[in-house]
């Protein structure tokens, strides 16, 4: 499979992954280790709540956002994430929804003390199958320089 | 076990949890489940990354600081989170590591629109046995008001 490189990539350019089908059994199997509160791990509690039933723990929907992105095509050739900026979880995920994520290119800037790599920054989308917005953010991510950008021309 | 309202917190006001101890083997079953990358399941590959070693994934780590906030003491009558801004890892997460979670209220004010609750900024500290910080990040989270604080004096 190909990778693309820093030099690959444009702003604007988006990349898909998905779909992920969450499952009841799923959610309250996560939420019993990560986020142990009954509107995460028991039906009849969470249909009390505001949201009428079971929904995702939201470390749960961050952890399918993060499986995705290991599956994104076009692939990045990712040297590591630098962290996220504004996260939201705009709306619940919910036993069946079928979760696709979309990365789309905001920024690309070359590192100014590294040569091997460069800086972009991505909005990204965790979208259910009614196109509700599950998880939302900003990420910046180093993405590796094509290793023969800086060499000499072959003679 | 007594829960704080927005009336009993003041900017400076701290709350704790952990330590909670990683374990090899729930890094690696996480990470396949979430992060199936050779760096967070393989030990071999792991060692020859720049890491030197088996980490666990970013979606763990963000996990277990989820986990931790179910156990602050004293605790916080939150209704919900709304977000978390500039979440970064600047240190790996390694098996045999123990975090524990520090909350400081940065910023308290009451909702214009609900009179049920106010909104608090947190700063969040996830850290380990050497005080390095595994994860930080800043919270916003409704938390409710007192509930009589509103209702008429008794005569």
């Known amino acids: 499979m190909t990778h693309l490189y ?5 702003v604007g350019d ?3 992954a998905g779909p992920y089908l969450i499952t009841k059994s799923e959610i309250i199997q996560f939420a019993k280790q990560y986020d142990p509160v009954p509107r995460h791990i028991d039906e009849e509690a969470a249909a009390r709540t505001i949201f009428g039933g079971l929904t995702a723990c939201s470390a749960h929907t961050f952890s399918v956002f993060i499986l995705l992105t290991t599956k994104l095509q076009p692939r990045f050739h990712v040297l590591a994430g ?3 900026d504004e996260l939201r979880l705009p709306n619940p995920v919910r036993p069946g929804d079928e979760l696709d994520l979309e990365l789309t290119v905001l920024e690309k800037r070359e590192s100014k003390s590294k040569s091997d790599r460069g800086i972009v920054r991505t909005r ?3 979208r259910n199958q009614r196109r509700d917005t599950a998880l939302e953010c900003s990420s910046n991510i180093f993405v590796a320089r094509r290793p023969d950008v800086n060499a000499p021309p072959l003679s």
Do not use: I, N, S
């Open 82 to 84: 630098m962290g996220w």
């Open 6 to 10: 820093f030099e690959d990539m444009e």
């Open 124 to 126: 990204v989308l965790l």
């Open 14 to 16: 988006r990349c898909t």
